[in-house]
């Protein structure tokens, strides 16, 4: 039962860039830069026929591509850090994407995500890191240039359940082109 989720890919230049940022922060797993990519909807656990639905079912998304910016690093968590991002701004066609997979998703019967999208690439999963830790890694590494892409495609990826996630697959893509 593949485990599905959408999602945008970030190219390997940009992937470069932000593996360069690795290191330096006790407790942190490192996500494969092959493995960058921004979530825009976890589904879940699906079975086959279930999961080929899905993905007939996004062919009939038709919209233009945009251009996705990343900009900065921050922390999920709180008090308890959990992660370590590299933050994307909400463009408009960014957030309407996402809110038209969401919808797909919830005709489909699934409930609706519970937390508020916050687009970002997740660079770390954080164990044990404390919130110093965390602060003083984002005081040296927490600012870079912002890097932009072209966002022509979104894509179905599959996973594995694991601790820290991946290997992803591109299970399929959808091209943006309206």
């Known amino acids: 039962?593949?485990?599905l989720f959408t999602g945008l890919e970030i190219p390997p230049d940009i992937g470069q860039t932000l593996s360069n940022l690795r290191?330096?922060?006790?407790?942190?797993?490192w996500v494969d830069p092959e493995n960058y990519h921004v979530t825009?909807?976890?589904i879940g656990d699906i079975d086959g026929p279930a999961a080929n639905e899905i993905a007939a079912t996004l062919e009939r998304i038709n919209r233009k591509p945009f251009e996705v910016a990343l900009q900065g690093l921050s922390s999920f968590g709180g008090k308890k850090p959990r992660a370590v991002v590299a933050s994307v701004v909400p463009s408009?066609?960014?957030m309407e994407l996402q809110a038209e997979l969401e919808r797909l998703m919830q005709r489909f019967g699934f409930d609706p995500e519970g937390r508020?999208?916050?687009p970002h690439v997740t660079l770390a999963r954080l164990r044990d890191a404390s919130n110093r830790d965390v602060a003083d890694y984002l005081s040296v590494r927490?600012?870079?240039p912002t890097r932009s892409f072209m966002a022509s495609r979104f894509v179905l990826f599959s996973s594995r359940a694991s601790v820290g996630g991946g290997p992803y697959v591109v299970e399929d893509a959808y091209a943006l082109s309206a």
């Open 92 to 94: 408009r066609p960014l």
């Open 1 to 3: 039962m593949p485990r």
């Open 23 to 29: 290191g330096g922060l006790p407790g942190a797993r």
């Open 116 to 118: 508020k999208f916050i």
């Open 142 to 144: 927490g600012y870079f």
């Open 40 to 42: 825009l909807r976890f």
